[in-house]
Nanobody
Framework: QVQLVESGGGSVQSGGSLRLSCAAF????????MGWFRQAPGKEREGVAA???????SYADSVKGRFTISQDNAKNSLYLQMNSLKPEDTAMYYC?????????????????WGQGTQVTVSS
């Protein structure tokens, strides 16, 4: 059974940093495309960053230059380093695994989702 468990969320002030982690269980991690998504209250879910099995990455324009996605295949883990955080980054952040051959930011390309970790950025 595929299971994704996020951690690392919290509350920070504007300009601060957080590092999210996602531990994956129950499948061959390295063969999947992995991604981070977020959803703020009253807003649609959006793709934040993704990484495919070859290590190629994609980022939403709103986080380019501030967020970095990475993975450790040996540990079946995915990370999201978030720097220069802004109040508009406040959201529930979800880890996801999918079968896309490229680093996709489309939720429909992902079939497995974690429970989420809350990130709150105050001004």
């Amino acid at each position: 059974q595929v299971q994704l468990v996020e951690s690392g969320g919290g509350s920070v002030q504007s300009g601060g940093s957080l590092r999210l982690s996602c531990a994956a269980f129950g499948y061959s991690y390295s063969s999947y495309c992995m991604g981070w998504f977020r959803q703020a209250p009253g807003k649609e879910r959006e793709g934040v960053a993704a990484i495919d099995s070859d290590g190629s990455t994609s980022y939403a324009d709103s986080v380019k230059g501030r967020f970095t996605i990475s993975q450790d295949n040996a540990k079946n883990s995915l990370y999201l380093q978030m720097n220069s955080l802004k109040p508009e980054d406040t959201a529930m952040y979800y880890c996801a695994a999918g079968w896309a051959v490229v680093a996709s930011l489309e939720g429909a390309d992902f079939g497995y989702w974690g429970q989420g970790t809350q990130v709150t950025v105050s001004s």
